[in-house]
Each structure stands twice: as structure tokens, then as C-alpha cells.
């Protein structure tokens, strides 16, 4: 079956250094999707990526979709405290409509 | 707009008991989802109704896992037995998408946790 997989599994970083996810499936995707999650919250969408080689931002956070449509990155920009949580991918295969999930990246960030 | 609300949020059983979680949607949202959450992983997929429907649910444990989608539109899990690896939130989630090979962004509920002793 579909395998999503995510690096690293955790990441600590200062205050305003910068912060990457990187996400790969097994499979070709036909789009990607970026959640958050908060300590102790659910996952909350924050984009989805469908065109090859895609890119979108939305203020810090860049995201991309790979070429070959089988990976994703998000980059956060200078991190704040608010940025604090786990980030999960989830891919959606070309032949069918389930949303797998990756083991998500928790990103903890000292002030 | 009203979110995805879900019940109870939280549950302590011990193995072998039984157990139900209800969810109810977005008003208007086709796709409902059933996803676990163990702790440090990331959520799996149960199972995925369109309508009252179910699209996918290879990965549902169907000799203790059940799931039903009357009408349409709230949702009810229930587990029984539990066994102690059932320990993990489950959390409901539905999107817009009207057809099972469009595409959406997923709204989650709280999620309800569940404690099998």
C-alpha cells in the first residue's frame, strides 16, 4: 500500500532560525496536503499542492511539490513560538481517493 | 460556522468493554472520515463514507471495529472488545468533496480520546 514518509521526526530550533519538513511517498500523488497540529489540538489544513513542481507561500511558509509529484517540503522562514507543533503531509494517490498521512515532524522552538 | 463536533471527548474502559464515538459534520460537507491517532503517529485512516456510503475501508479491523453513516450525516464508531492497542484519539473529519475522487481540505473535530486499561 501507499507509504508516506516524513523527516526529520523532530526538530528544535532558537527562535528565528529557519525550519524544513521534507515528505515522501512511495507512490505518485495526484496532491499533497499540509496540516498542523498544536499540543494537545487537531489537524488543522494549511494548503494543498496538486500541479507538478508547485509552489505556494503564505507569509513564512513555503511549500513545494517535487517534480516527479512524489515528494513535498514545507520551510518556515525565521520561526516564532507560535509556530510550535506537529506537521504532518498527507498525500492522496493518482488512483484512488484516501488521504494518507506521514508520521508527522514535531518542531518545538526556544525562545 | 459550526465545526465538526464529536463525543465524548474523552474515555476510560478496560479491555473487552464496548465503546461508541459519534461525530457529526459541517452541515452540507458529503465526505465524512474516521481517522486514529495513536500517540506520536500520525492519524490513519478507518474508514470513509460519501453520503451515507462507504468509499474505503480497507483499513478498518472489522471483527471489533464497526462504523455507520445514517442519512448521511452523523457518524457513530464503535469499538467491541476494545483491546489495549485500541488506546488513541479518533478523530472524525469532513470535507466538501462531492464525488470520492475529487479533491478537499479536511476539517477535524477535537477528537476523542480513548484509555482501554
Known amino acids: 500500500g501507499q507509504q508516506v514518509m516524513q523527516i526529520p521526526q523532530y526538530q528544535h530550533v532558537q527562535e528565528g532560525e529557519d525550519f524544513t519538513t521534507y515528505c515522501n511517498s512511495s507512490?505518485?500523488?495526484?496532491?499533497i496536503q499540509w496540516y498542523k497540529q498544536r499540543p494537545g489540538g487537531h489537524p488543522v489544513f494549511l494548503i494543498q499542492?496538486?500541479?507538478?513542481?508547485e509552489v505556494k507561500k503564505q507569509k513564512r511558509l513555503t511549500f513545494q511539490f517535487g517534480e516527479a509529484k512524489k515528494n513535498s517540503s514545507l520551510h518556515i522562514t525565521a520561526t516564532q513560538t507560535t509556530d510550535v507543533g506537529t506537521y504532518f503531509c498527507?498525500?492522496?494517490?493518482?488512483?484512488?481517493?484516501?488521504?494518507?498521512f506521514g508520521e508527522g515532524t514535531q518542531l518545538t522552538v526556544n525562545p | 460556522e459550526a465545526g465538526v463536533a464529536q463525543s465524548p471527548r474523552y474515555k476510560i474502559i478496560e479491555k473487552r468493554q464496548s465503546v461508541a464515538f459519534w461525530c457529526n459534520p459541517i452541515?452540507?460537507?458529503?465526505?465524512l472520515y474516521w481517522y486514529q491517532q495513536i500517540l506520536g503517529q500520525g492519524p490513519k485512516l478507518l474508514i470513509q463514507?460519501?453520503?451515507?456510503?462507504?468509499?474505503?475501508d480497507s483499513q478498518l479491523p472489522k471483527d471489533r471495529f464497526s462504523a455507520e453513516r445514517l442519512k448521511g450525516v452523523d457518524s457513530t464508531l464503535k469499538i467491541q472488545p476494545a483491546k489495549l492497542e485500541d488506546s488513541a484519539v479518533y478523530l472524525c473529519?469532513?470535507?466538501?468533496?462531492?464525488?470520492?475522487?475529487?479533491?478537499?481540505?479536511?476539517?477535524f473535530g477535537e477528537g476523542s480520546r480513548l484509555t482501554v486499561l
Open positions: 473529519a469532513s470535507s466538501l468533496a462531492r464525488t470520492s475522487g475529487s479533491h478537499g481540505e479536511l476539517f
Open positions: 507512490t505518485t500523488l495526484s496532491n
Open positions: 463514507f460519501q453520503n451515507n456510503g462507504v468509499v474505503d
Open positions: 498527507a498525500g492522496r494517490q493518482t488512483s484512488g481517493s484516501r488521504l494518507t
Open positions: 452541515s452540507g460537507h458529503a465526505t
Open positions: 499542492l496538486v500541479k507538478s513542481g
